[in-house]
């Protein structure tokens, strides 16, 4: 059974730091592209960031740039989102999830693969 597993979420003050995990079993997804979206309460679910299946092609939207860094160890076939600076505005559930291709795309419909996600507050 394929899974995603994500970890390391929970309750940080504004300017505090956290780092999520996404762990993949069942299969290897080392060919493929894994991102971060997020959705938080009453919100669509939105893309945060992305990275391609070799870890060289990275994209994060325009809230997150110069505070989140995606990066993957394929051999250990996790992908990892380190998030600094946190902001209120931070606050959702983030979900990883894996695409069936190996280039990043912004569209949740390319994502075959998700993750139950975890929840992240920033408390002002």
């Known amino acids: 059974q394929v899974q995603l597993v994500e970890s390391g979420g929970g309750l940080v003050q504004a300017g505090g730091s956290l780092r999520l995990s996404c762990a993949a079993s069942?299969?290897?997804?080392?060919?493929?592209?894994i991102n971060w979206f997020r959705q938080a309460p009453g919100k669509e679910r939105e893309f945060v960031a992305g990275v391609n299946w070799s870890g060289v092609l990275i994209y994060y939207t325009d809230s997150v740039k110069g505070r989140f860094t995606i990066s993957r160890d394929n051999a250990k076939n996790t992908v990892y989102l380190q998030m600094n600076s946190l902001k209120p505005e931070d606050t959702a559930v983030y979900y990883c999830?894996?695409?069936?291709?190996?280039?990043?795309?912004?569209?949740?419909?390319?994502?075959?693969?998700w993750g139950q996600g975890t929840q992240v507050t920033v408390s002002s």
């Open positions: 999830a894996a695409s069936r291709r190996s280039f990043v795309s912004y569209s949740l419909k390319d994502y075959d693969y």
């Open positions: 069942g299969r290897t997804f080392s060919g493929n592209a």
